[in-house]
């Protein structure tokens, strides 16, 4: 029955868990659909809000007509203007070529005013200074028929400047001509700094083989002294079995003869123990000597490979 009951209470937690969570997606659900209202509120606020810029870009479109018409009128006179000597007629053809390129480019410029609609949200604060300048402009383009004069002034120092330019795209190619010698420098300089980087390396590699190797003669060496330990170990315990077995042969048996045998007992097995690891350290030692042999076969291949 207990196990029931804690059973019942565990889904009766589940079920209220289950609901919760039903309650949570339900709110979350409800929020999801308040803020897509939201959302479309704004879109239907940015779609006004562009139609109005798309208004005021063909208001622009439509000014900048008026503009070409009067540039037109402009070329007209000037075409009239020509008639009234060889040089003027000169400077009013190219007025009326130049008068053509701000035609074309007004046209362009209407082209581009769809393209700018797009980027009319970060030049609305800008507009009504612009439209102010277009009123400036609109009544400068009536005085500028009078500057015509001084642009002829103008073309001449303009002319005075393109010699200057050339001049100075003549010192630009020499220092142009330096630069590129001097890259050139800096190249050999970089391969001569390469190469040195490939023999700091392959003096590295030699500094770590030779490394590699005294730590290969070290161990060789630690092993020789322990294969000498271990022969002095043999010659001990030969000497004390001579010693005992020779005072034993000397005096004969006695009391002493227990310390004789002692002697000798310890001899022997000093010599058995010196044996054992001694011929242990013999394979060791032959085993190291082979790659002891292997490793400098090694660097001789690699030296009459590099010679």
């Not at 209220?16 to 239907?44: C, P, V, Y």
């Not at 009544?139 to 009078?146: F, M, Q, Y």
């Amino acid at each position: 029955m207990d196990k029931l009951h804690h059973k019942s209470a565990l889904d009766a937690r589940k079920d209220d868990s289950i609901t919760k969570i039903s309650h949570t997606l339900i709110d979350l659900g409800l929020e999801q659909n308040r803020l897509t209202t939201n959302l479309i509120h704004l879109a239907d606020r940015r779609t006004a809000s562009s139609d109005k810029r798309t208004d005021l870009a063909e208001e622009r479109t439509n000014i900048t007509r008026e503009q070409m018409k009067l540039s037109v009128k402009s070329t007209e006179l000037a075409e009239y203007r020509t008639r009234l000597g060889e040089k003027r007629t000169e400077l009013a053809e190219k007025r009326t070529g130049f008068a053509e390129a701000r035609t074309s480019l007004a046209q362009k410029r209407s082209d581009l005013a769809d393209m700018r609609t797009g980027l009319a949200r970060e030049r609305t604060g800008m507009a009504t200074h612009r439209t102010e300048l277009a009123e400036k402009r609109t009544g400068l383009a009536e005085s500028r028929t009078d500057l015509a004069e001084k642009r002829t002034n103008l073309a001449e120092d303009r002319s005075k400047l393109a010699e200057k330019r050339t001049g100075l795209a003549e010192n630009r190619t020499l220092m142009a001509e330096n630069r590129t010698r001097l890259s050139h420098e800096r190249t050999d300089l970089a391969h001569e700094r390469t190469g040195m980087s490939v023999e700091r390396t392959k003096l590295a590699q030699e500094r770590n083989d030779l490394a590699s190797a005294r730590t290969t003669l070290s161990c060789y060496r630690s092993l020789l002294a322990k294969g000498r330990t271990e022969l002095a170990f043999i010659r001990t315990g030969l000497a004390f079995v001579t010693l005992g077995i020779g005072l034993m042969r000397y005096f004969g048996f006695g009391p002493w003869t227990i310390l004789d045998g002692s002697l000798t007992a310890l001899g022997g097995f000093s010599a058995i123990y010196g044996l054992t690891r001694y011929t242990m350290t013999v394979r060791y030692e032959r085993r190291m000597k082979g790659r002891f042999q292997t490793l400098l076969g090694l660097e001789l291949g690699d030296e009459l490979g590099e010679s």
